[in-house]
């Protein structure tokens, strides 16, 4: 904060920055002022927030009611001056909730001389970024976790990071969760990935155990979607038949730009995002081998027009049909193409695009990728690796994650006599992994095919083996389903006599309706043990609700009932969940078996690629049965289908595409700009810089690029150039850089004494904001301007009555230009509200011609304010 040092204007003066970057003197974040709708807040903090409709409408609208979601631990950046603690106190705290408020050290202190802090009692807490972390252990944030109950919050104020403490905080805190929310997940697995494996079983045809040790001695090199992809495609295709080229499925659309086929692609991940980063891998030729975990997305699996390989069991329960499996490790599609890559024999495994951190101009994937389309990436986390190269490195959360088990994974296959290479400087170094540049790496193996060495080891599926395992398949989910009905059945009747226990007024049926219950239990534990397991797995979180991490009440006659129903009603879902995965699945298969017939029902197998969006199936039928006739309608159907799988390919406007943008964003980057500038780092402010330069839309970026520049000038020294790349932002009274560049004004010519150019910076940010009048009026003041300066501390304490600071410079101000009626009115104002304060004390004993204590003839009288 600005220290502001003056003296009478008899004798001269001057105003400086107490750290020479931020000029402000704002307010103190002690000081409270109040709008319209009765809302006490840090102007500071919140500006104008809340003063068109009040905080209650502006938290409503932007919260929501998910912000009272029960059962959840909330974790929340800001406290928007203590006013979102008030909202939540009027709303009341849920049952199992809790909130975890993460705050500045200074606002936390104001806010407890205002007495907000403890209104949500030991529900809710307010600690500081040191702090929550193990105040987050301490609330049972893992539990929380397993039930799906952990939501992130930013406040206002954090969201708009004025302050840009609370940028930094958003970073750390999220970067946090992401982490405690991979563990967690990592050992809860998900439904989704059962669901998608229901989905796969058609196509889960071919163990990828089969290629186990078909490349002995050979080279790989694996692709992944980093920022040095591009760096080592030159280098492949000097070497392309003498090594594996392996990708992974998201490089696609760049390989394909390139001119580059691979040899085997790996996609692991259920997500329908998976498929709009993925889905220009189904245009690769009928010769390119697919190995795929056995959950990943079926919309890329089930229109893969080639040879596909899977990993992991075919069924989620003990089958004979479960195959052995190869490793494949997560968490990430790299991890398991590596450990893969060494299973198949590979002896050398070459990384390109492994990078796992952002390059020096801000971009975290390489060309080709939705990431690189939009530009570089602003909202950096502030976690660092080192690279290859020996500088450090911006990376996220899941980077950091992947690169910690990747480095662990490289290790264990190096000992196995694997050598992994990495020939990127610009790379995450990792144990276990080389670095050697590309013109030091020699291939001296012959000229080898994948595809033909694929095909030594196996044949592309024929119909009849195709049939053989749906059948197979059909079968084994027909005893399923006769199992999972009982379950459902059982857990039906648990329910009645859960009900039964306490709802019956005769002790005697109670007694009998719980020797029924435990009778159920025992069966769901013994007779169906297999499939119970199978459900509970499924519907976890619901059957983690019975252990709820806080339980608000005593756990009387009427609670107990209510978890026996929880505990029973789970079951029954997830039964009845599972049911609808199974039958789903028996339709799909029954499905492929009519695509199989010389005569198929094609209004059924049509509907069915409809079902599932899977529209490129289409064009692999016509490939395998082009010579069965179709009636008029059939055949346009079948233009339809095909054209439909045409325009998802070219959909430009996918989720994912949304997400990036929102990654690189330029308010990011003025966020992070104030972030660099206000710790002096000047090579991260360069790097920024480059980014900006590489934004897509020139246009947009160019004051941000000037903004950045003038920081850096600034930082080093050359104020002259620094103001002329601030001039052009100055000029556009319409820029979202306005404040910005103006405070950086005011800062250089604070620093070089030019004090009229000051005094035209402060008055055009007071006219942005009022929280820069009282330092405008303290530059008139020193500019021989006090009638000027009398006008401005007016117009802002009549928007800020209360603050007795300005209110005692505005009196002393008074009596220095020789107003003392108008100064001991103000000071009167002030002693019937305050009556010990010494200086107003001081100040009025000096107007009634009273001695004041350390005065003396011809000296200025110095007040403490």
């Given amino acids: 904060m600005l220290t502001i040092i003056f003296e009478s204007p008899s004798t001269g003066g001057s105003l400086m920055s107490s750290d020479g970057l931020f000029p402000s003197p704002q307010l103190p974040f002690d000081s409270f002022t109040q709008n319209a709708f009765g809302d006490r807040y840090l102007y500071q903090v919140n500006r104008e927030a809340f003063n068109k409709v009040g905080a209650s409408a502006v938290f409503a609208a ?83 976790f397993y039930i799906g109950g952990v939501e992130f919050w930013q406040s206002i104020a954090a969201r708009e990071a004025r302050i840009p403490d609370y940028a930094e905080i958003v970073w750390s805190v999220e970067a946090g969760l992401i982490k405690l929310r991979w563990a967690v997940s990592a050992a809860l697995g998900s439904e989704g990935f059962t669901a998608c494996q229901m989905d796969n079983l058609a196509e889960n045809l071919v163990p990828a155990s089969v290629l186990k040790d078909a490349f002995r001695g050979k080279t790989a090199v694996l692709l992944a979607g980093g920022p040095s ?271 039964g226990i306490y709802g019956e007024a005769d002790p005697r049926r109670a007694v009998k309706n719980k020797i029924l219950l435990d009778r159920t239990e025992r069966t769901l534990r013994t007779r169906y043990r297999q499939f119970s397991q199978l459900t509970k797995r499924l519907g976890i979180r619901d059957f983690l609700k019975i252990t709820r991490p806080f339980e608000d009440a005593e756990l009387d006659a009427e609670s107990a009932k209510k978890l026996g129903a929880v505990y029973y009603e789970a079951y029954r879902d997830g039964a009845q969940r599972l049911l609808q995965m199974l039958r789903k699945a028996e339709r799909r298969l029954n499905s492929r078996l009519e695509e199989e017939k010389a005569e198929p029902d094609f209004d059924r197998i049509s509907q069915q690629w409809r079902e599932d969006k899977q529209y490129g199936r289409a064009r692999i039928w016509r490939a395998r049965h082009g010579s069965v006739p179709l009636s008029p309608t059939h055949h346009k159907e079948l233009e339809n289908l095909e054209q439909l799988y045409r325009e998802t390919l070219t959909a430009p406007d996918s989720a994912h595409l949304k997400r990036a943008k929102h990654h690189s964003s330029l308010s990011a980057a003025q966020k992070r700009g104030r972030i660099l500038l206000k710790n002096r780092k000047t090579n991260e402010l360069s790097d920024l810089l480059n980014s900006l330069e590489h934004h897509p839309d020139k246009q947009a970026a160019l004051e941000y690029c000037q903004l950045i520049s003038a920081y850096l000038a600034e930082l080093n020294g050359d104020h002259e150039a620094a103001m002329g790349l601030l001039y052009p932002i100055v000029q556009n009274r319409e820029s979202p850089l306005l404040e910005d560049a103006l405070l950086r004004v005011l800062s250089i010519s604070l620093e070089t004494h030019q004090a009229e150019n000051a005094c035209s910076a402060l008055e055009c940010l007071s006219l942005i904001s009022p929280v820069y009048k009282p330092q405008y009026a303290e530059m008139l003041k020193l500019l021989g301007r006090p009638i000027d300066a009398v006008d401005v501390y007016n117009d802002y304490l009549a928007a800020f009555p209360d603050q007795i600071y300005i209110q005692l410079k505005l009196a002393r101000l008074y009596f220095d230009i020789g107003t003392p009626e108008a100064a001991r009115m103000m000071l009167n104002y002030i002693l019937e509200r305050m009556p010990e304060n010494e200086s107003a004390l001081a100040l009025a004993a000096m107007i009634d011609g009273v001695n004041v204590e350390g005065e003396r003839a011809g000296e200025p009288v110095h007040f403490t304010f």
């Avoid at 950046?77 to 203590?82: A, E, I, P, Q, W």
């Avoid at 975890?100 to 209104?119: D, K, Q, T, Y």
């Avoid at 220009?280 to 030729?285: A, Q, S, T």
Wanted: net charge negative; proline share 6%; glycine share 8%.
């Fill in 62 to 144: 932007f919260f929501g009611e998910s912000l009272f979601h029960q059962n959840t631990l909330h974790v929340v950046v800001g406290t928007d001056s203590g006013l979102l603690l008030r909202h939540i106190a009027q709303k009341g705290v849920p049952t199992g909730s809790r909130y975890l408020f993460i705050e500045l050290p200074h606002i936390l202190a104001a806010l407890e001389s205002e007495g907000v802090l403890g209104m949500l009692g030991e529900r809710g807490v307010c600690v500081t970024v040191g702090e929550w972390l193990s105040k987050a252990h301490e609330f049972k944030i893992e539990e929380y």
């Fill in 229 to 499: 992809l591009d760096a080592c495609l030159p280098w492949l295709e000097e070497h392309r038949n003498r090594v594996a080229v392996l990708a992974v499925s998201r490089i696609a659309r760049r390989l394909q730009e390139a001119g580059v086929t691979p040899d085997i692609v790996f996609t692991v991940d259920p997500t329908e995002m998976s498929f709009d980063v993925s889905k220009e891998m189904l245009e690769f030729d009928e010769h390119v081998i697919l190995i795929h975990a056995y959950h990943a997305s079926p919309l890329l699996i089930g229109q893969w027009r080639g040879m596909s390989f899977y990993l992991g069991d075919l069924l989620p329960w003990k089958s004979p049909l479960n195959p052995p499996s190869l490793p494949h490790p997560g968490p990430t599609v790299t991890n398991t193409a590596l450990s893969v890559a060494q299973a198949l024999g590979f002896s050398r495994i070459i990384l390109g695009g492994v990078d796992l951190c952002f390059s020096r101009d801000g971009y975290t994937h390489a060309k080709g990728s939705n990431e690189h389309a939009v530009g570089p990436r602003f909202d950096l986390s502030p976690i660092k690796v080192e690279t290859n190269g020996g500088w450090q490195a911006n990376t996220t959360a899941d980077f950091a994650e992947a690169a910690i088990s990747l480095a662990m994974q490289a290790v264990q296959i190096s000992r196995s006599g694997c050598e992994i290479v990495n020939p990127s400087a610009a790379s995450a170094r990792m144990e276990g992994i080389a670095y050697r540049p590309l013109t030091e790496i020699q291939v001296h193996s012959a000229a080898f095919s994948v595809w033909d060495i694929v095909r030594q080891r196996v044949e592309p599926p024929t119909p009849e083996i195709r049939q053989r395992h749906y059948q197979k398949v059909l079968t084994e989910l027909a005893k399923a389903i006769h199992q999972i009905k009982a379950i459902r059945d059982l857990a039906v009747k648990g329910l009645e006599y859960n009900l």
